[in-house]
């Protein structure tokens, strides 16, 4: 499990748009998001504060191209929900 930090308050209703934005969907059980997409075989969010999220992912092997492209998908979903680059989340992470 990952927490990540985010730039503005997190809302139910921007994490949902978010997760269809890129997912194309999700499934929602006690505040735990649940989605799937490419090599994701399982992607769960929780909004632990209104500045905070907990992601955990299960990943299946696929071809190259899934993989590339799952991978995108998800900085560019982790980007919008915190607000922070892939370059600017990594920074941070060796300032810890």
């Not at 499934?27 to 998001?33: P, T």
């Amino acid at each position: 499990m990952r927490e990540y930090k985010c730039k503005n308050k997190i809302t139910k209703e921007f994490l949902e748009n978010a997760l269809t934005e890129f997912f194309g969907g999700f499934s929602e059980n006690n505040g735990v998001y649940n989605s799937s997409y490419g090599a994701l075989k399982e992607i769960h969010v929780k909004i632990t504060n209104d500045k905070m999220i907990e992601v955990e992912t299960k990943s299946s092997s696929i071809n190259d191209v899934k993989v590339d492209d799952t991978i995108k998908k998800y900085n560019q979903f982790i980007e919008k929900v915190t607000g922070y680059t892939a370059a600017q989340r990594k920074k941070m992470l060796t300032k810890l």
